[in-house]
């Protein structure tokens, strides 16, 4: 199958007291393999090549010729050249671990520098006393605090409008009740989503045309925030019961790979593969170090702005209890640490890269993608986004579907025509709780019956405008998009269920962030320098890291020769190639995607919640 007068380059592994005898059978295994020097004390190796009668071995058919008497082409011939080729030096080993360290290193400086400067200019602002909120028009307006009857998070969404003292911070000496705690530890997990005082209304609130952030942010506040603190304790725990079996598995792949020294089961790119111990290919593992450490920084960046913000709240400063959009740092917690496991899992997969164990590079990104979605949606719905057991349980739904996508996805129709119609099924009922900001019971058997009416009064008997026209644009193109994403898997069948999967998850997380940005410009709301850079650096490094993803160095979909034909050299230091500067820039696309969704209203901190729309 190869062209004729190919070049190979060989990596061959060692055979032990190997005798050539003529007339005794000798059994042994010769596959491509990476020998080293320490496994030849003699400085000498046999180079074996195993000829293949047919083209089947190297991805071509299998023909069985019907006649008993079979003979074989004698007329073919192949021209093969073997290079030996030195392993790199270990310097080039230390200047790659070092270079590795030091990129993203220097992300922790640029981080520290810039808090150093926020850091100065606040308290410039302290000194001089220049700190006044706006009205969401641009107009600077006095403060209104939450009333002294009122108890600290209980209705921290609300402004009261009669209080005669601008500026008036609230105490228990100030008359009425005492405030409570700002810690959690008062907060059963009993006390999760209840809205006791205000159950009656809550259902004319969520529907009226026009909302507000006060109309969704009504909810006791330390309620809300360990709410979604359980999504972070919940992914550690997934992410150590999720890991440890991967980590198993894979060495037993590498095992299995070093001591038969079948590198077939394994799909490396050849021609970049640096070992290391008894790893085959150390740089694809050290490229996911970037996940990892910007995974911590990005913890340390919420940390610092949740410490500052319980800070705010002990103080009882207005503008933490009243002013922007609420602050809960569960879901950034779950990202921070979904990320570092996409680098965990990403490792673990290039240990041994094949078809079997590419769902665990995969996991994590459905993971971050979901979770991003779920924070753009709770950034001005904090009240009814969903809870940490529905959403990781949505999760394990979409892994088993990747699983069984994997298994029985290759040329099964009935699998796709489940898939499709379950995929399209799940579009329709998300899309009717976000419309109806999950006051449609998706329980209630008589849902079908009611949306049948719906569709027959608004939409046939009088063709009436939607209420919620924004809303009801987003979800139409969305559904539009998932319907083609349905449509395309249903018809092509794609073998790589799980980028396929994946594909899906992004398409819909870009289509909300561009939809969430342009109702926020749409809404006169600012992008302040810091997001937009994060923006511009997103798209700039994305857009850079894709060029380097689509670069196939090597293809399980293949047989393992097709695949050493797509092998290239390396382009960084002699020592990573196209794929390792793909999970560099992809670790640092996430980290400033990651930061695009933590300062993106930024410039609401100074704005009342009942000016703040809800989109």
């Known amino acids: 199958m190869a062209p004729q007068g190919a070049q190979y380059k060989l990596l061959v592994t060692k055979v032990k007291h190997f005798q050539l005898r003529t007339n005794v059978a000798f059994h042994f295994t010769a596959s491509p393999s990476q020998p080293q020097k320490k496994d030849f004390p003699g400085e000498q190796f046999f180079v074996v090549f195993v000829i293949k009668p047919e083209d089947y071995a190297c991805g071509g058919s299998f023909f069985i010729q019907e006649k008993e008497n079979q003979t074989w082409n004698l007329q073919r011939t192949k021209n093969l050249k073997v290079t030996i080729v030195p392993s790199i030096k270990g310097s080039v080993y230390v200047k790659s671990i070092l270079l590795s360290f030091l990129i993203f290193f220097s992300f922790y400086l640029g981080c520290l520098l810039v808090a150093f400067v926020h850091y100065v200019r606040f308290q410039r602002k302290s000194i001089d006393g220049r700190f006044c909120s706006s009205d969401g028009s641009g107009n600077m307006v006095m403060s209104h605090p939450i009333a002294a009857t009122t108890p600290e998070g209980s209705n921290y969404g609300a402004i009261d409008e009669s209080s005669s003292s601008p500026g008036r911070q609230v105490s228990s000496s100030d008359g009425g009740q005492p405030c409570q705690s ?18 009656s209304d809550k259902n004319i609130i969520r529907t009226k045309m026009f909302l507000y952030l006060s109309d969704l942010s009504r909810k006791d506040r330390r309620i809300v925030s360990k709410k979604y603190k359980i999504y972070f304790w919940n992914i550690i725990t997934i992410a150590v019961f999720y890991a440890l079996p991967v980590i198993q598995l894979v060495i037993t792949y590498q095992t299995v790979v070093n001591v038969t020294g079948n590198q077939d089961i394994c799909y490396y790119n050849f021609l970049c593969a640096h070992p290391l111990g008894v790893l085959s290919a150390f740089n694809n593992i050290l490229s996911n170090l970037g996940h990892v450490l910007l995974g911590f920084l990005f913890l340390l960046i919420v940390l610092r702005r949740d410490v500052l913000h319980r800070r705010a709240l002990e103080a009882k400063d207005i503008f933490a209890m009243e002013y922007g959009i609420p602050k809960h740092f569960g879901l950034f917690y779950a990202m921070g640490i979904a990320l570092m496991m996409e680098g965990v899992l990403s490792a673990c997969y290039h240990v041994c890269p094949n078809y079997s164990n590419f769902q665990f590079d995969t996991s994590f990104m459905y993971m971050i993608a979901g979770l991003c979605m779920l924070k753009l949606y709770q950034t001005r719905h904090p009240d009814i986004n969903a809870s940490a057991y529905s959403a990781y349980a949505s999760f394990a739904v979409v892994i088993t579907l ?11 129709v009935w699998f796709w025509l489940i898939f499709s119609a379950i995929h399209i099924l799940a579009s329709l009922a998300l899309s009717t709780q976000i419309y109806y900001m999950g006051r449609f019971k998706i329980a209630d058997l008589g849902i079908f019956r009611r949306a049948t009416m719906v569709v027959y009064t608004d939409c046939i008997q009088q063709c009436s405008r939607p209420l919620y026209m924004d809303r009801m644009v987003l979800l ?41 940005i342009i109702m926020k410009l749409r809404s006169l709301e600012k992008v302040l320098p810091i997001p937009l850079f994060c923006i511009v650096a997103t798209a700039v490094v ?17 047989s393992p020769a097709e695949s050493r034909e797509k092998n290239r050299e390396c382009i960084l230091l002699d020592f990573f190639d196209d794929h390792d500067i793909w999970h560099f820039l992809s670790a640092t696309a996430l980290f400033f995607s990651f930061l695009v969704l933590l300062t993106l209203d930024d410039d609401r901190d100074m704005v009342r919640r009942d000016q703040i729309p809800v989109f």
């Open 542 to 558: 994305w857009s850079a890291a894709l060029y380097f993803f689509f670069q196939n160095l090597s293809s399980w979909e293949g």
């Open 402 to 412: 990747t699983v069984l996508g994997v298994v029985f996805g290759k040329n099964d």
């Open 476 to 516: 139409i193109i969305g559904n539009l998009v998932n319907w083609s994403f349905a449509l395309f898997g249903l018809i092509y069948q794609p073998r790589d269920f799980a980028s396929y999967m994946l594909g899906i998850f992004i398409c819909n997380l870009l289509l909300y962030l561009a939809f969430y």
């Open 182 to 199: 700002d810690t959690d530890s008062s907060v059963e997990e009993s006390d999760f989503d209840t809205m006791p005082d205000i159950e």
